[in-house]
């Protein structure tokens, strides 16, 4: 029935600043009230749950995930990656429009959303392309796609190196009143890169990927904000550079936004050079650092579980990061959750895709080196994963006010544990945070009322419903 009674959990929605002891009820796949007292006045037929030692919040939102279905589905498929979505504790996840094919038409839009309703186990949510088939020459119909039921369009995977053609598509993304989604990469900069360019890259012989290939698409994408009016946001933001040209760009109301994934203000490319290097130079950086310093977890170099794009930079640009997201430059988080097959990682650094999978561990590495850092307080830290992607695509999510949707996480911001591969629902394997030791831990994963996850807690196993 959609019904459902928290108890005695430490409730916290950022987007009306509240933060207590409450009980949560969900009547009918909505948020009924919230308060003390309220399971005294609750019918016993009422499904609960004593949360108490636990933090409540509003359901998380990833809006950047590539779940690969169609066409991929060796990869990653709807039911699998919003599985794993789940047990990371999300309740809304935007998918990516790289598939085969791509999501370029309302038919493909149709498709996959038909798809969802009988496999996802979360809110599904699509992105639509920019250019049909992604290959930036040719506009996609983007009216059409948000009338079909897209709430962003992006070529993320590719950036469209056209200006003028950028510029028409926000323009009627405006009219649309649709966000840009900008994986920002200058072909003719980056070249063949696999790796920052510095001194790691030249160490190990392999081509750099210069952060200023993302520092100017960033800059080309605040001139077409500020000319056209347009909300452009900045995906995976890796560079201190572009978190200082954002910074600036919102300090004069430009309408530009950008996000941080935990891989890029946890890890930096000495990585690359294997785990001697990284706990040597740079590991000292990461929150935890003397935990971790007992029993380091070990890899190789040129460990192509390290390869991502943008890619892991210095502990310069790690910091700036960091403190874009504290401040509010980068003012959401997300995983960028791109599942692989091993055959695919398992070949010589240059030839390996790059990516890595996220969604099950990446809210407790941002707890980690966000929170329990002391960095922010969790209030702030939660808004970057609740309020801010809710209002940037403008859903109706991403609170606990009355009337909203039921969908909450429960989570134990203490919770020592290691994520392991027999634990992934994902499809895929190809994570560099495989037996670290995390702090933080998502409990229970509730959509409209009905609980999605929850890891039991006499045993610490993990239950997937539905």
């Keep these: ?27 009918e796949g909505k948020i009924a009230s919230i308060g003390q007292g309220i399971a005294s006045q609750v019918s016993a037929e009422v499904e609960r749950r004593d949360v108490a030692g636990c933090v409540v919040c509003p359901g998380l939102i990833d809006l950047h995930v590539h779940l690969r279905e169609p066409g991929q589905t060796a990869k990653e498929t709807i039911a699998t990656g919003t599985a794993a979505a789940a047990r990371g504790g999300f309740t809304t996840v935007v998918a990516m429009p790289n598939t085969s094919p791509s999501i370029d038409n309302p038919g493909t839009v149709a498709l996959i959303q038909a798809r969802a309703k009988q496999e996802s186990k979360v809110n599904l949510l699509l992105a639509g392309a920019i250019t049909k088939g992604i290959e930036g020459e040719e506009l996609a119909p983007i009216g059409s796609l948000k009338k079909a039921g897209v709430v962003a369009i992006t070529d993320d995977g590719h950036c469209v190196q056209n200006n003028d053609l950028m510029r028409r598509a926000v323009e009627y993304a405006r009219m649309f009143d649709l966000p840009v989604f900008d994986h920002c990469q200058d072909y003719s900069v980056v070249s063949d890169g696999v790796m920052h360019e510095g001194y790691w890259s030249t160490l190990l012989g392999l081509r750099g990927w210069p952060a200023m290939g993302e520092d100017m698409i960033v800059a080309r994408n605040i001139l077409l904000a500020e000319r056209t009016g347009a909300r452009i946001h900045c995906q995976h933001i890796s560079s201190a550079r572009s978190v200082e040209l954002i910074r600036a760009a919102k300090g004069r109301g430009v309408s530009i936004s950008g ?80 599942p692989h097959c091993d055959y695919e990682k398992e070949v010589e650094f240059d030839y390996a895709p790059f990516g890595i999978t996220g969604l099950e561990n990446e809210f407790a590495l941002g707890l980690m080196q966000l929170v329990h850092s002391g960095r922010m307080k969790l209030i702030d830290f939660l808004q970057r994963y609740t309020e801010a992607p809710a209002r940037l695509l403008r859903i109706p999510k991403g609170t606990l006010a009355e009337g909203a949707d039921g969908d909450v996480t429960v989570f134990d911001p203490e919770q020592r544990w290691r994520f392991t591969r027999a634990e992934t629902a994902s499809k895929s394997l190809n994570n560099p945070f495989y037996d670290w030791p995390l702090r933080g831990r998502p409990l229970m994963t509730v959509v409209g009322g009905r609980i999605a996850f929850e890891l039991q807690a006499q045993n610490r196993t993990a239950v997937l419903v539905g």
């Design 259 to 338: 996000e941080a994934c935990p891989h890029h203000f946890t890890l930096t490319d000495a990585c690359i050079a294997g785990s001697e290097s990284f706990w040597k130079q740079d590991g000292r950086g990461i929150h935890g650092w003397e935990e971790l310093a007992d029993s380091k977890p070990s890899w190789p170099s040129y460990d192509t579980h390290f390869k991502m794009n943008p890619p892991l930079r210095s502990a310069a640009d790690r910091e700036a990061v960091l403190q874009g997201v504290v401040d509010g430059t980068l003012e959401i988080l997300c995983s960028d959750h791109a």
């Design 1 to 27: 029935m959609n019904n459902l009674l928290l108890t005695g959990g430490r409730v916290i929605d950022p987007a009306r600043r509240f933060d207590a002891v409450a009980d949560v009820l969900i009547r």
